[in-house]
């Protein structure tokens, strides 16, 4: 139905008016420059939920992997904000970095400091709902990546350890490879959930300032409800679509495993 | 198999009297009273909007035939709701629409016309900016409910204090050049964080900068309805062509980029008196001298007086004072089984009985010119209040009509946004139109 729908100009007021216009709504995606637009802005928001949230969660992994008191309150506690609602999350970090009262820029001006516009300007509204998305996500990779550190067999941990290599070693020449699969997992899983992310800029930008904000889903939401474009909509629902296969697809070639266990 | 037929049988009855009992409508038995028995209308409002319940209720009770049912929807999706209608089986039989949006929606066969329900004499008695807006192709489509506009609140205490000379009638309203000296003058600390704002942050929408409701008409004032026709003065003035079919020339006019330029001022740079940023209640928290708010803020610090003296000043202006109008009304969907009784509840909460009591209520302003004799109505020829009222009648104009106002709204709140975080004025108008007379043109 989407892609049927992409091959047509109507609106939703007269959904019976519809007009084949064959790929022209894919070509409004090379030539509206909004749109190009938009994607670069998604490829950056995903990007730098990405650098963010795979390193972070990985030692967030590690940490909770140790042994020390009260593990499974801090396990529950990294986790919670992953089942959250988005929308309350959303809610709450807009209340902490708006500019007219919020608890960041308070506790900024309280040092002497002019306070921040995190949210409307250039690019700090991107880096805040990057942010935001990463440390609501970084639950959820560190729990991917802990089962992955579980899997790893103990001998050869234990083996590498008896051939002198430090911890840090340990790190990267054995734990890391062996769990490519599951950072294969991670990082696909993270990129399409970044191309998907909706409610950061609908809740907490509007997509501003300046589109710096408008990330693609939140366009396809503007183009069908707010501007009567559902054509166009579809047409770019498509390409999201197939830029996650993309994407996807490029992902398991660069990280495919060369380990087995 | 005798068994299960009858199980089916009365499966299937069941299912038929559950169904009857969901229909919105209704069909209760005839009575003498009903001799169509009960009738019951749906009405799709936003939450917390009119028509309120205990004004629902009086009518029910003046109307006994009929029972009403309510649908709520957030307010931000009320007109995805109802462009969604028209895709649906069944659905409301009224629905509230934003006053602007009535010609869209007409304009799509979503609306019935209501002139065979009119009182005699409505034309006549209609505020002119209402009957502007909520007719389409020479039929009317709602009589309204409360009638709306901006004013420019202001902090008596505090401009007192500042020394300020605030006017309080239409022929001595400030230019815009004027609010603006008036509003840094009484701002208190730096322009980047003042511990009191010259003028309180938008408390439109998501609390934003660039409402079309309330920062178009900075653009629009600039322009002159008494320049020659197809000026650019005179375009400026209206938004958009008369038929409706572009933006281009008239929102993207020298005049428009000048007053793009002022309105930017008050965003971004030394002269700012504002913030692009929500702060809500700021004029009743003491954090603002002057608030460009609606009518409805009157309403609100009469039933909960703030800690200082306020007064209402006229919009001010560039070149032309100039409000914009228009609020939430009433119109009977183009699918109900039932458009007389619809209309009649439509036209009833607009200016009817119910419709007046419940504007008086939060004294907000009436559809109709004759309702300034009705005794509830005393406030309009108060002071601050008769600020307001004046506007509507003497400046009121609709928000430019179109059957794309959906996407000239959004399109015009977007670029006025821009520029107020500080996008070049000139470009963004020029983006805009662009962007605005591709919507229009589909």
Known sequence: ?????????????????????????????????????????????????LVLVVPLGFLVAVFLNGRFPGRSIVRTIVFLPVVTSVAVTSTMWLFMLTKNGGLVNSLITGLGLPPMAFLTSIPWALISIIVMTAWQQIGFVAVLFLTGLQSVPDDVVEAARVDGASRVRVVTAIILPLMSRTTLF??????VFSLQAFAPAFLMTSGGPQDSTSLVVYAIYNAAFKLQDPGFASALAVAVMLIALVLSGIQSLFLRTKWSY | MKTTGVVAGASVLVLLAALAACSSDGGGAATAECPDGTVTLTVLRAENNP??????????????????????????????????????????????????????????GLLLPIDDYLPAGYKDDAVPASLAELGYDGKIYSTGMAQTTLGLY?????????????????????????????????????????????????????????????????????????????????????????????????????????????????????????????LPN??????????????????????????????????????????QTGDMVLAVSSKTAHPEAAAKFAIDLGIGTEGLAWVASNKSFPSITTAIDDPQFSYLKEQPLSVLYDEIVQWGQPRPPSTHFVEYDQLVSKGLQDIAFGADPKKSLDDLVSQVDAALSR
């Open chain 1, 186 to 191: 991670v990082v696909i899983t993270m990129t």
């Open chain 1, 1 to 49: 139905m989407l892609v049927r729908n992409s091959f047509f100009d109507y609106t939703l007021l007269r959904p019976d008016e519809q007009k084949f216009v064959g790929i022209g709504q894919y070509e409004r995606i090379f030539t509206d420059p909004g749109a190009a637009s938009t994607f670069g802005t998604t490829l950056l928001f995903a990007l730098g939920v």
């Open chain 2, 282 to 323: 700021a004029f009743q928290d003491g954090k603002a001298c002057f608030d460009l708010q609606t009518s409805y803020l009157a309403g609100n610090l009469a039933a909960t007086p703030p800690s200082f003296d306020w007064g209402i000043t006229p919009v001010p202006y560039i070149t032309t004072p100039i409000t």
């Open chain 2, 51 to 108: 028509p309120k319940d205990e004004f629902i209720q009086q009518w029910e009770k003046a109307n006994s035939c009929y029972t009403v049912e309510v649908q709520e929807v957030p307010f931000d999706q009320l007109a995805t709701k109802t462009q969604l209608i028209g895709t649906e089986d069944g659905g409301p039989d009224i629905i509230e629409v934003d006053a602007p949006n009535t010609a869209t929606f007409a304009a799509a």
């Open chain 2, 154 to 278: 202001y902090n008596k205490t505090m401009t007192d204090a500042a020394g300020i000379d605030v006017p309080t009638s239409l022929d001595t309203a400030w230019t815009w050049d004027q609010a603006l000296a008036a509003m840094q003058k009484c701002q208190v600390g730096s322009a980047d964080n003042p511990d009191v704002f010259g003028l309180a942050p938008s408390a439109f929408g998501n609390g934003t900068a660039g409402n079309t409701y309330r920062d178009l008409t900075i653009i629009r004032s600039a322009g002159d309805p008494t320049a020659p026709k197809g000026s650019s003065a005179y375009n400026t003035y209206y938004g958009i062509a008369p038929d409706g079919s572009t933006a281009d020339g008239y929102l993207n006019t020298p005049e428009a980029v000048k007053a793009a330029e002022l309105y930017q001022s008050m965003y971004q740079g030394p002269t700012k008196v504002t913030s692009n940023e929500g």
